[in-house]
């Protein structure tokens, strides 16, 4: 059974960090590509950040670009989405999705989700 776990979402004051993980289990984690989504409630799920994780290539949304850093931890089976100058734009729930070989930005494209994890900037 393939499984997801998302965590390490939670409220911070603007310029604040937080650090979100996603721990795969059911899969041969270096054939896959790990996403970060993230959802305001009535908007599109949009992607923040996508690695690939046989070889590391990455992806960001311009707007987090310099921000936000993606890593991959094949020893531990987790992608982590370090999340730095958080902005109250950057508030939404945050998901993390996996698929075999190469990462997409549309979310259809994903087999497999994780369950959202809610992050919060605000003052």
């Known amino acids: 059974e393939v499984q997801l776990q998302a965590s390490g979402g939670g409220s911070v004051q603007p310029g604040g960090s937080l650090r979100l993980s996603c721990a795969a289990s059911?899969?041969?984690?270096?054939?896959?590509?790990i996403a970060w989504f993230r959802q305001d409630p009535g908007k599109e799920r949009e992607p923040i950040s996508c690695?690939?994780?046989?070889?590391?290539?990455?992806y960001y949304k311009g707007s987090v670009k310099g921000r936000f850093t993606i890593s991959s931890d094949s020893a531990k089976n987790t992608v982590t989405l370090q999340m730095n100058s958080l902005k109250p734009e950057d508030t939404a729930v945050y998901y993390c999705?996996?698929?075999?070989?190469?990462?997409?930005?549309?979310?259809?494209?994903?087999?497999?989700w994780g369950q959202g994890t809610q992050v919060t900037v605000s003052s």
């Open positions: 999705a996996a698929r075999g070989g190469y990462y997409s930005l549309a979310s259809h494209d994903y087999t497999y």
């Open positions: 059911g899969i041969t984690f270096n054939d896959y590509a």
């Open positions: 690695i690939r994780n046989s070889d590391g290539t990455t």
